[in-house]
């Protein structure tokens, strides 16, 4: 009897499939690392990371797209061998099967052999680190078991439970994405804090171009007006969210407030476990160093800056 030809969309419907298939398994793999990253931070990996900019969106997209990919590739190719029970033998099935029961066997091999390594180096095991090797075995092996019961024809004998197995991997898929905007809070929310140090940032600079100012002219200046384009070198930033100019007023001989209207408080990715918010004076009306703080609540803040003459000192006195 002739061996089953291989046709082009036999072809293609296989490796399609296995693209889908282990592009959505990397993508959930890292989407939940990111995740027990932000729950569970560590002195490495905490800091000024927003999640969105750190690969979730593009892992989230991913899941998005390639696993409903994955779904109705491979029902494609099960309505094929129902239909012809000779596809079931074609050598691309043989070799994408025994493929992918190498790679995930492979990846339980190098997660036990990481986790001892660490154990038995002494290293410390931290939550994170158990969590995400836990992860990557439990996937595997999932993946290793699903792969090894339809080689041994496991899901013809039992169509019901495949049907049920990929309903289970597709409320697990939409669960995790949900989970996250719980977890890590919605794009809107990550889009309001990236507003939000953007208008940071920009105080930062006006700020700076103040004590510029203080310096060449041994004063403040009565209005932001005066630290335009001639300092800068173009105009002063505005919020680009309302596109309105920030707030500047001058409380004192050489204090000032920086005021502007935020979204929420203080991203939590934004915050370093060696950071602490430190209290701004509420007047400051002698020459003292004000801690430069940017911590914020949610509305409008100000930001109570002094100058400090010993550490700006003025080199040009103004004519």
């Not at 296989?14 to 959505?24: E, F, H, N, P, T």
């Not at 997209?61 to 109705?72: D, R």
């Not at 699903?146 to 049920?164: K, L, N, T, V």
């Not at 370093?272 to 003292?288: N, R, Y």
Request: glycine share 6%.
């Amino acid at each position: 009897m002739d061996k089953p030809r291989v046709t082009p969309k036999d072809f293609f419907l296989w490796a399609g499939a296995m693209i889908a298939l282990y592009w959505s398994v990397i993508a959930f793999i890292f989407l939940i690392f990111n995740y027990i990253d932000y729950t569970f931070p560590t002195p490495l990996s905490f800091g000024p990371i927003d999640p969105y900019q750190s690969g979730v969106g593009y892992e989230m997209a991913s899941i998005i797209v390639m696993l409903p990919t994955y779904l109705v590739l491979m029902w494609f190719i099960r309505r094929d061998i129902k239909h012809d029970h000779t596809r079931k033998n074609i050598w691309i099935r043989r070799w994408a099967l025994i493929l992918t029961l190498f790679i995930a066997g492979i990846t339980v091999a190098i997660d036990l052999i990481t986790v001892l390594t660490t154990f038995l180096n002494g290293e410390s095991f931290t939550i994170s680190f158990a969590l995400k090797a836990l992860l990557v075995l439990l996937v595997a092996a999932a993946v290793f078991m699903h792969f090894i019961a339809d080689f041994r024809g496991y899901w013809d004998q039992y169509p019901e439970r495949r049907r049920s197995v990929g309903i289970a991997v597709a409320v697990l898929a939409v669960a995790t994405i949900v989970a996250g905007f719980f977890i890590i809070g919605t794009p809107m929310q990550a889009m309001n804090y990236q507003f939000d140090e953007q208008k940071v940032s920009d105080l930062q600079n006006i700020q700076a171009d103040i004590v510029s100012y203080w310096q060449q002219n041994g004063k403040l200046p009565t209005s932001l007006d005066q630290i335009g384009q001639p300092l800068t070198g173009g105009t002063l930033p505005v919020d680009e969210q309302t596109g309105q100019p920030y707030t500047y007023t001058v409380v004192g001989k050489m204090s000032f407030k920086l005021c502007a209207n935020f979204n929420a408080a203080t991203a939590p990715y934004a915050i370093t476990q060696d950071e602490v918010t430190a209290p701004i004076p509420a007047t400051a009306g002698a020459p003292v160093d004000i801690p430069d703080s940017w911590y914020h609540d949610a509305g409008e803040q100000c930001f109570l800056r002094a100058i400090d003459p010993a550490q700006y000192p003025v080199v040009k006195t103004a004519q």
